[in-house]
C-alpha cells in the first residue's frame, strides 16, 4: 500500500479551499442579489404584509366659461368598500362562540353581503365572492353611491349588520347646467378620466395625482394600536378656462334648440366667435344630453350624439361659400365693384349647362345685386375669370382643406379636390359652394378672415389652465394670426357687399334693428349613400357679422335636412340668427349704428351700483336707468355685475346679474313655478332661471302666451319649464 505523498496533501488542500472560496462567494452572491438587486421587491411584499393603503382620490380641476362660472365641477360621494379579513376574523369569533355554546355559527358573510345588495341593489353572487375572497385586503363594491344609500349604510354600521364594510370619500363630475355645452365639454369615466371633449383633451391639466394614508397594520388587516400613520397628500387638478361665455353659449343653445323644432330638422350646429381674436363664444350641436348622464349603455346613440358637428363633420355649405369667392375674386382683381354679371337662368361651362337656383333669369346685375340674388351663374363666373392656380391659391389660404388647429379633439380638414383633378365645370361648382367641402368651424372662420381686415385668425377654445389653490395661470392660450389673406381694402368691400345683402336681398331675415349687420344665406344638396344627388333633402344655413364697419360677432347656424314647405337657409337659419346676433350684442353692450324706426339715436347711460342688494332692487334700478337685465345662478341678492358699475353702456343693453349660489351638487330642491304669462321673452328668461328651472321656448312671438306646467307648481329645481309664445308674421321668402 502505497503513502499518499505531500505533494498529494497539498493539491487536496488546495482543492477544498478552492471549493470552501467558491461556495463563499456563491453564498455572498445570493445574498448581495436578494439584499441589493431584489431589496426593493423584498421591501415592497414586506409593506404590503405590514401596512395598509388607502388612496386619498385627487379633486379634478373645473372647467370655467371666460367670466369665471362653472360648467364642470367635482362634488364630493361616497364608494362603498368592504374588506373579507375583517369578516373572516368576525367569523372566526362566531365560530367560537358557537363552539363554546355548542349551536351552529351563523354565515357573516352572508348576512353583510345580503344586507348590502338590499342597500345597493347588486347581484348577491358577485359581492359574496368579494367578501369572502381573503386574498385581497380591500375590494370595490360600488361607486357614486346616493346620499340616502349612504346614510342607510352608515345606519347598518352601527347596528353591526354591516361588519367588514366601509365608506369611503369618492368624487362625482357634475356639470350644473346639464345640457348644456354637451360636445364640447365632453364626460368623464366613473373613475374620473376624461373621455370626450374638453375633459378628454384636456385631461393630463385636470386630472391632478391622488394621495395616500399608509397605517401598520397585522396580519388580519386590523391596524395596530399606537401604529404610526403615514399622509401622502393629494395633489389637485387645474382648472380649465374657457373662451366660451356661457350668457352667448345660452342664446345660441336656446335658439337653435328652437329652430330644430320648429323646422323638424334632423340636427343643427350653430357657432359664435369673435372674428377679431377667433375666440369661441359659443358652440351648439343638437340634438344632445345630459352630461351628468350619458347614454353609456347604447353605444350607438352615445358615438352619434358626443360627435361635435361643429368641427368633426364635413358639409357642402352652398352658398355661404360666395363669401370666400367673392373676396378671392376682388382682392385677385379678377373683378372689382364695378363689375357687372349676366345670368340667364343657366351658365354654360364647356357644354355643360349649370342652373342658377332660382327658375327666373336674373339678367344683368351689378355686384352687389349680384350678391344680393346669391346669383349661382355671377359667381361662376367669378370662379372661371380667376382660373384654377389663383382661386385654389386663395382656398388654401383661407385655410380649406385643412383642420384650424382648434383645440378640441377629432376636427375634421374638410374635402378640396385635388387641383389635377379639377375640370373647368368643378371650378364652376366650387364658385357656387358646391364640390367642396367644409366643417362649419372652417367656413366660419373664412368668413371671419373676409370681414377682420383679411387675417386668418386661428380659433381657440381654451383661454388659460391655472393652478387650483393659487390661481396662476400655467398656460395661456392668445389670438394667434396665421396669414394675411386678403388686403383690408378687400376685406372691406366684402363687408360693404354682404351689408346689402341683409339690407336689401336674400339675408333680410337676419337683420337686427339699430345695427349693420352683413350677412349670406346658404341652401346646399345632400347626397345618399349611393352617391347621387338627395332633392328632397338640404342643408340650410345662414352666417352674419355685425357692427358691420367693426365686426365684433360672428354666428353660423348650419340646419340639417328641415322637413319643411320652404327650406333656403333665409327662411330656416336667418331669423334665429338674428335672435342670437341681438341678444349677443346687447348683451355685450356693444353700442348701435344705426338709428331706430322711430329715428332717435342709441342713447347711452351709467350703469348704477346694484352689486350686494336684493335681486328686486336691483332689478328697479337697471329698468329705471333704461336697462335690461339677465340673472345667472339661484338665490335673492346679487354679488356681481357685469357691465361694472359706472361703465357708459347702451340703453336698452342687458347688464348680467350674478347670484348667490348654494354648491347643491346632486340635490333635489322643491322650487315652485312663478308665473311668466303676458312676459317678454328676456323678463320670462330671467325669472324662471333665477328660480333654478331651465327653459324651453315654442313658437314665436314677443310674449309668452301658455306656460308648462302652470304656475304654482311645485317641481325639482333644474327642471324645463316649457314657454309657448304668441305667434308672429311669417318671414319673407329667398
Request: net charge negative; glycine share 8%; proline share 4%.
Amino acid at each position: 500500500m502505497s503513502i499518499p505523498g505531500i505533494n498529494s496533501k497539498k493539491r487536496l488542500q488546495w482543492l477544498l479551499l478552492g471549493f470552501t472560496a467558491l461556495l463563499a462567494i456563491l453564498v455572498l452572491f445570493r445574498v448581495g442579489y436578494w439584499q441589493l438587486w431584489k431589496a426593493s421587491w423584498l421591501q415592497e411584499k414586506a409593506l404590503d404584509q405590514w401596512t395598509d393603503e388607502t388612496v386619498v382620490e385627487a379633486t379634478r380641476g373645473s372647467v370655467l366659461d371666460r367670466n369665471g362660472q362653472y360648467l364642470a365641477q367635482s362634488a364630493s360621494s361616497y364608494m362603498v368598500v368592504i374588506r373579507p379579513k375583517i369578516i373572516q376574523t368576525a367569523q372566526a369569533k362566531l365560530n367560537k362562540a358557537a363552539e363554546e355554546n355548542n349551536t351552529t355559527a351563523a354565515d357573516c358573510a352572508s348576512q353583510v353581503v345580503t344586507a348590502l345588495c338590499d342597500i345597493l341593489g347588486l347581484d348577491y353572487n358577485t359581492v359574496y365572492a368579494k367578501a369572502t375572497n381573503v386574498s385581497k385586503s380591500e375590494l370595490l363594491i360600488k361607486r357614486q353611491i346616493s346620499r340616502e344609500q349612504q346614510q342607510q349604510i352608515s345606519d347598518g354600521k352601527e347596528a353591526g349588520t354591516l361588519t367588514g364594510v366601509y365608506l369611503a370619500e369618492d368624487k362625482t363630475r357634475y356639470y350644473p347646467n346639464r345640457s348644456f355645452l354637451t360636445q364640447v365639454l365632453g364626460f368623464t369615466s366613473v373613475d374620473g378620466e376624461g373621455l370626450e371633449g374638453i375633459e378628454a383633451r384636456y385631461d393630463k391639466y385636470l386630472r391632478g395625482t391622488d394621495g395616500a394614508v399608509i397605517s401598520e397594520t397585522d396580519a388580519k388587516q386590523e391596524e395596530l394600536p399606537f401604529s404610526v400613520e403615514t399622509y401622502v397628500p393629494p395633489i389637485d387638478g387645474n382648472d380649465v378656462v374657457l373662451t366660451i361665455d356661457s350668457v352667448i353659449q345660452g342664446f345660441a343653445e336656446t335658439a337653435t334648440a328652437k329652430c330644430v323644432e320648429e323646422q323638424k330638422a334632423v340636427k343643427a350646429t350653430c357657432i359664435v366667435m369673435d372674428p377679431r381674436t377667433g375666440e369661441v363664444l359659443a358652440m351648439v350641436n343638437k340634438p344632445d344630453f345630459d352630461n351628468n348622464d350619458p347614454p353609456r349603455t347604447d353605444s350607438d346613440l352615445l358615438r352619434k350624439l358626443v360627435r361635435n358637428t361643429a368641427v368633426a363633420d364635413a358639409y357642402e355649405p352652398g352658398s355661404t361659400f360666395k363669401v370666400v369667392t367673392l373676396a378671392a375674386a376682388l382682392d385677385s382683381g379678377a373683378i372689382n365693384m364695378d363689375s357687372t354679371f349676366n345670368c340667364a337662368g343657366y351658365y354654360l361651362v364647356d357644354g355643360e349647362k349649370i342652373k342658377c337656383w332660382s327658375s327666373r333669369a336674373h339678367g344683368v346685375q351689378t355686384l352687389e345685386q349680384a350678391a344680393q340674388n346669391s346669383c349661382n351663374p355671377a359667381f361662376m363666373d367669378m370662379a372661371l375669370r380667376m382660373g384654377q392656380d389663383k382661386f385654389y391659391e386663395y382656398l388654401y389660404n383661407f385655410g380649406l382643406g385643412s383642420a384650424t388647429g382648434i383645440d378640441l379633439y377629432g376636427e375634421a380638414g374638410g374635402i378640396v379636390t385635388e387641383p389635377r383633378y379639377v375640370r373647368n365645370v368643378d371650378l364652376a361648382r366650387i364658385g357656387f359652394g358646391h364640390a367642396i367641402a367644409v366643417t362649419p368651424l372652417q367656413m366660419l372662420n373664412s368668413v371671419c378672415t373676409a370681414v377682420n381686415g383679411g387675417k386668418l385668425m386661428q380659433p381657440y377654445m381654451v383661454k388659460e389652465v391655472r393652478d387650483t389653490q393659487s390661481g396662476a395661470a400655467i398656460l395661456t392660450n392668445d389670438p394667434k394670426e396665421i396669414r394675411q389673406v386678403i388686403s383690408e381694402t378687400t376685406s372691406a368691400q366684402v363687408r360693404q357687399v354682404l351689408t346689402a345683402v341683409v339690407d336689401n336681398g336674400s339675408g333680410r331675415n337676419g337683420a337686427v334693428a339699430g345695427y349693420s349687420v352683413g350677412g349670406k344665406t346658404g341652401t346646399a344638396q345632400k347626397y345618399g349613400e349611393d352617391g347621387r344627388v338627395q332633392h328632397d333633402k338640404h342643408v340650410a344655413s345662414f352666417v352674419a357679422f355685425a357692427p358691420a364697419n367693426n365686426p365684433q360677432v360672428a354666428i353660423l347656424l348650419v340646419v340639417d335636412e328641415p322637413d319643411v314647405a320652404v327650406d333656403y337657409g333665409s327662411i330656416v337659419a336667418a331669423p334665429y340668427v338674428a335672435q342670437i346676433m341681438e341678444s349677443t350684442l346687447k348683451y355685450l353692450g356693444v353700442k348701435p349704428d344705426r338709428q331706430t324706426q322711430d329715428g332717435d339715436a342709441a342713447q347711452t347711460a351709467e350703469v348704477p351700483d346694484v352689486s350686494q342688494r336684493e335681486l328686486e332692487q336691483a332689478i328697479k334700478a337697471l329698468g329705471d336707468n333704461g336697462f335690461q337685465y339677465l340673472v345667472e345662478g339661484y338665490g335673492g341678492q346679487v354679488y356681481k355685475q357685469m357691465p361694472a358699475a359706472g361703465a357708459q353702456a347702451v340703453k336698452g343693453s342687458v347688464v348680467m346679474l350674478y347670484l348667490e349660489q348654494e354648491d347643491d351638487a346632486g340635490t333635489d330642491n322643491e322650487v315652485t313655478i312663478p308665473d311668466v304669462k303676458g312676459k317678454s321673452a328676456v323678463d320670462a328668461y330671467t325669472v324662471l332661471q333665477s328660480a333654478g328651472l331651465r327653459v324651453k321656448i315654442l313658437g314665436t312671438g314677443n310674449v309668452v302666451a301658455q306656460q308648462k306646467p302652470e304656475a304654482g307648481t311645485v317641481v325639482v329645481k333644474n327642471d324645463v319649464v316649457e314657454l309657448t309664445f304668441q305667434p308672429a308674421a311669417a318671414p319673407s321668402g329667398e
